[in-house]
């Protein structure tokens, strides 16, 4: 498996019409994800339906993979084979999934794919995400009439490279790792796991980053109000300043310090 294979497959090759769940019934965020994985393992297409949930709610517990508007991508890596394992379930009455913004999900894409690689996650599938960051993306698969409709909408959509809504999958994740570490520096117990899990998450170049801040200041992320880095009290650049009003979502780096900074942490 290799990085430049998936940027240039469709979903559609991966993923089937017989791996969709047009009307999910299922009531709460457990039942739902145990649906799709059964769902799955009938198709044959993994064979350890224990191993899988349990990575799957490991998962969900560090941090809730839904995205809001709807979305959530629950997930985990998991020996499957060359091609990521995708299954979709749509759920018109909703589920509460804890979404930032307190919205049920309605559209759940459940991800498994290969332990290789660290960071592949986010750069496999920010093109779906930011194909559902599109309200009347969202409407066409909410209003498709059948399973195959869903899985031809979603067919064309293209891997890509990081991009918006899954910079804000980051931020939330370096947030909860920098959570961690303050806990274990403080002596707490069986955090290893949790922080190997929220690392696989997260690309190379971002974590050297947060292990460099995290060795030199003990806090890797500040935020920066009024435009200043709480880390190390100076102004940041007016271009910085609008580009983060702009989109504030996303992770950034002060340009006087170094410190990630984000617009609001926890
Ligand atoms: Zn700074």
Same mark, same amino acid.
């Given at each position: 498996?290799?990085?430049?294979?998936?940027?240039?497959?469709?979903?559609?090759?991966?993923?089937?019409n017989k791996h969709?769940?047009?009307?999910? /019934?299922?009531?709460? +965020?457990?039942a739902a994800i145990e649906e799709l994985v059964a769902l799955i393992c009938e198709k044959g297409l993994i064979k350890d339906k224990g191993e899988a949930l349990k990575r799957i709610f490991a998962r969900e517990e560090l941090a809730s993979t839904a995205l809001g508007d709807g979305i959530?991508?629950?997930?985990?890596?998991?020996?499957?084979?060359?091609?990521?394992?995708?299954?979709?379930?749509?759920? /018109?009455?909703?589920?509460?999934?804890?979404?930032?913004?307190?919205?049920?999900?309605?559209?759940?894409?459940?991800?498994?794919?290969?332990?290789?690689?660290?960071?592949?996650?986010n750069r496999l599938f920010a093109g779906l995400v930011s194909r559902l960051a599109d309200p009347n993306f969202r409407e066409s698969l909410m209003? =498709? +009439?059948?399973? /195959?409709?869903? =899985?031809?909408?979603?067919?064309?959509? +293209?891997?890509?490279?990081?991009?918006?809504?899954? =910079?804000?999958?980051?931020?939330?994740?370096?947030?909860?790792?920098?959570?961690?570490e303050a806990k274990k520096s403080a002596g707490a117990r069986g955090l290893k796991k949790k922080i190997e899990l929220a690392r696989d998450e997260l690309p190379g170049s971002m974590l050297s980053r947060f292990d460099r801040l995290i060795t030199r200041y003990g806090e890797a992320l500040v935020e920066a109000p009024e435009g200043i880095c709480q880390g190390c009290n100076m102004q940041l650049s007016s271009g910085l300043a609008s580009e983060m009003q702009r989109n504030s979502d996303a992770v950034y780096v002060c340009e006087k310090c170094g410190r990630f900074i984000i617009h609001h942490i926890g």
């Open positions: 498996m290799n990085e430049a294979y998936f940027k240039e497959v469709p979903l559609g090759e991966i993923l089937s969709v769940i047009p009307e999910m /019934k299922s009531e709460s +965020k457990e959530a991508i629950p997930h985990a890596r998991l020996d499957v084979g060359k091609n990521p394992v995708i299954a979709i379930g749509r759920h /018109k009455a909703g589920i509460d999934f804890n979404a930032p913004d307190r919205g049920d999900a309605h559209l759940i894409f459940l991800v498994l794919w290969q332990p290789e690689r660290p960071g592949l996650f209003n =498709a +009439k059948d399973a /195959k409709t869903i =899985a031809n909408a979603v067919a064309d959509v +293209k891997v890509d490279m990081l991009a918006g809504r899954a =910079a804000k999958w980051e931020a939330d994740i370096l947030v909860t790792l920098q959570l961690m």
